[in-house]
């Protein structure tokens, strides 16, 4: 089967031409919800079933998603659920997030912290991270008690890591010469 990304990619590229810049935010929550529906292995198991028809399939994701689904992103469902590429929804969902960025110059992050941020501290830490990518940032936070300390951000292929588990890391290198 060819690879997730190249089946992904013409679904992602006609919803946002389809939808356009300015409705594509709005849309981007929606589509990542029923992404993370059809993730589900069971979900694709029921799908695969010659005796589910594609309606079925349609009104179990779109219930589960629990999100009321635009026109648009309720078509695109239709037609990836008639193809059989029910597969590939999540990385149609990941495409169409990194055509968004694009056209609104924002950057996801993912920040892995020792500890959990709240508010306060995860704004002076995106503003800090801003500065430093040179562009804006849509962070999520994800606590991984191993970094002992420190945060670990990663911004599409760029790492920056602080944490006290690469700092430690770094030494046992550099002990170990």
Excluded: C, H, W
């Excluded at 589960?64 to 059989?84: C, D, H, R, Y």
């Excluded at 849509?138 to 944490?163: F, M």
């Amino acid at each position: 089967m060819a690879e997730l990304a190249t089946i992904a990619r013409p679904y992602a590229e006609a919803l946002f031409k389809a939808v356009g810049a300015d409705d594509a935010k709005a849309l981007a929550g929606q589509l990542e919800a029923v992404g993370q529906v059809a993730g589900n292995a069971q979900l694709r198991q029921f799908a695969d079933s010659p005796k589910v028809t594609a309606a079925q399939v349609f009104d179990l994701v779109a219930s589960v998603a629990k999100v009321t689904l635009s026109p648009k992103v309720a078509n695109l469902l239709s037609v990836v659920i008639e193809n059989g590429r029910l597969v590939a929804l999540p990385e149609v969902a990941a495409q169409f997030r990194a055509l968004v960025n694009a056209s609104t110059g924002v950057s996801d992050a993912i920040v892995y912290s020792a500890f959990a941020l709240d508010a306060a501290q995860l704004a002076e830490v995106v503003a800090t991270l801003e500065k430093r990518f040179g562009r804006k940032l849509n962070a999520t936070v994800v606590v991984d008690e191993s970094l002992i300390g420190g945060i670990r951000v990663v911004v599409g292929d760029e790492v920056l890591d602080t944490s006290v588990k690469a700092r430690l890391e770094q030494m046992k290198v550099a002990l170990a010469n």
